[in-house]
Nanobody, 122 residues
Framework: QVQLVESGGGLVQPGGSLRLSCAAS????????MAWYRQAPGKQRELVAT???????SYAGSAKGRFTISRDNAKNTVYLQMNSLKPEDTAVYYC????????????????WGQGTQVTVSS
């Protein structure tokens, strides 16, 4: 089994910063894309940022210039550094990974974390 566990959410004032972490664990052969999504109350889940196994990154327009995604392949961990936070960034943030487990190395599986709440408010 593969698990994704997020941490680092919380309450922050507008203009502040937070760093989210997501560690993948279990019987992992390899990980391809890792990403962060978010879902605000009453809205659909949306992509925030992605990173590939070779370090390529992409961002949603709302995240460009403020958020930075990075990963540590040795630790199977992805990070999201969020700066200049705004109230509209308030959401539950979910980690996502495409994984090949040892039990089935020829197929990619999608995994999600349980989510971590980020609240931006004064």
């Amino acid at each position: 089994q593969v698990q994704l566990v997020e941490s680092g959410g919380g309450l922050v004032q507008p203009g502040g910063s937070l760093r989210l972490s997501c560690a993948a664990s279990g019987s992992i052969f390899s990980i391809s894309t890792m990403a962060w999504y978010r879902q605000a109350p009453g809205k659909q889940r949306e992509l925030v940022a992605t990173t590939t196994s070779i370090g390529s990154t992409s961002y949603a327009g709302s995240a460009k210039g403020r958020f930075t995604i990075s990963r540590d392949n040795a630790k199977n961990t992805v990070y999201l550094q969020m700066n200049s936070l705004k109230p509209e960034d308030t959401a539950v943030y979910y980690c996502y990974a495409e994984v090949r487990p040892y039990r089935d190395q020829n197929r990619w599986y999608e995994y999600w974390g349980q989510g971590t709440q980020v609240t931006v408010s004064s």
